[in-house]
């Protein structure tokens, strides 16, 4: 048998029930890791004692059978994150204390809480209501500790705003707090291992069209989304892991009906928001072409013709369309020579003949 004595300070002291609880699950968790160990689901009384504020509990958890070094490491790796600290000859009242204050998950360097705002978004025209659905869903995951988990996913055709907004809720959050991930390229070994080592979980997840990820790397995403928040591996080598990861998961989808059919709905079933980016209107379109052009210092005057071309041409309101044109054409499209290029092609592309009267007025409109 092997007796290990732990002590915790505890701030806000609500009893031994909690605290009982809270040390056996995280206790169960490593034995699940392992075989031969045994352990009778109980701990020695807790004691307790006021120390500068804090009440210090401490309380003694037996192990009979094949308790190996690796074990004792692996149980006070997976104590410490709640506070729980080995007693020993050099440990202190004062350190258990000093240990409380302390934030377990952080790394060495200071993380910031979440700040959210809508200054990251400032340059996102006409998406003032979709992304105010997306951040009270944030709001409400920070405020309830991340418990209220309501992932959401952004839908809509491409070019559409969704990845920007994705991009710019990951510039909000911060590195500390958001894993991005790209869809198609995300796989089950990759994210188990992610999420599984990682020393600290960041609390948000943000996917790049998730509808594109194979169906058979999608379980451990189940994991995370399921109302116990957490990612389970059972392998023959390492046997059964487990960790909490209660995370919100914000996600973009081009292909709506593909992504509400993977795993016969299951996947889709754990999201609680669907929100709809449309096609920009015209005068949404001409925003975002003028601010590509101030970003290289072009001509305002550009914006229109691009815009014409693809909406009279060929029927084209996809921003990044109307961006290439602009943006490739520049004076081009000024005096026509850049437009007479593109209309020619496009219509031999499609095995029609140049309508002239339609090219005459495209360059003329622009003289």
């Not at 605290?19 to 807790?46: C, H, M, P, Q, W």
């Not at 409400?140 to 988990?149: C, K, L, M, N």
């Not at 754990?270 to 001409?286: K, M």
């Not at 013709?305 to 490739?328: G, K, Q, W």
Request: with cysteine.
């Amino acid at each position: 048998m092997i007796q290990i004595t732990l002590k915790k300070a505890v701030r806000d002291y609500t009893g031994i029930a909690p605290l009982r609880k809270e040390l056996n699950g995280r206790i169960r968790l490593v034995l699940d890791t392992v075989s031969g160990v045994i352990y009778d689901g109980r701990a020695a009384a807790f004691l307790t004692d006021a120390v500068d504020g804090s009440v210090v509990v401490t309380t003694t958890v037996s192990f009979d059978g094949n308790v190996t070094e690796q074990f004792v490491s692996d149980l006070l790796a997976a104590l410490l994150p709640a506070g729980w600290l080995q007693v020993t000859e050099a440990l202190l009242e004062q350190e258990v204390v000093e240990a409380a204050t302390a934030d377990p998950e952080s790394t060495e360097e200071s993380i910031e809480p979440v700040r959210i705002s809508t200054e990251p978004f400032s340059h996102i025209f006409d998406r003032e209501n979709q992304i105010q659905i997306l951040l009270s869903s944030v709001q409400a995951f920070v405020d309830s500790g991340h418990q209220s988990r309501f992932h959401s996913i952004m839908w809509g055709p491409p070019g559409c705003g969704k990845t920007e907004t994705l991009r710019s809720i990951a510039k909000m959050l911060g590195p500390h707090h958001a894993t991005m991930l790209d869809g198609p390229s995300t796989t089950k070994a990759g994210a188990e291992q992610l999420f599984l080592n990682a020393d600290r979980i960041k609390p948000f997840v943000l996917v790049e069209e998730i509808e594109k990820m194979q169906p058979h790397h999608m379980l451990w995403l189940l994991q995370l989304l399921d109302e116990r928040g957490e990612i389970r591996k059972t392998t023959a080598k390492h046997g059964h892991q487990q960790r909490e990861a209660r995370v919100l998961c914000i996600a973009t989808v081009n292909d709506l009906e593909k992504f509400r059919t993977l795993m016969h709905g299951a996947l889709s079933s754990r999201f609680a928001h669907e929100v709809f980016f449309p096609r920009p209107d015209n005068n949404t379109l001409r925003k975002i072409v003028l601010r590509e052009i101030e970003k290289v210092g072009g001509n305002p005057a550009w914006a229109e013709p691009a815009i014409n071309y693809c909406a009279f041409v060929e029927n084209n309101t996809d921003p990044r369309r109307l961006v290439s044109v602009c943006l490739s054409g520049r004076d081009g499209l000024l005096d026509g020579t850049y437009l007479r290029a593109l209309y020619t092609n496009y219509m031999l592309s499609r095995g029609s003949t140049v309508d002239a009267e339609l090219l005459s007025k495209l360059i003329g409109e622009q003289k």
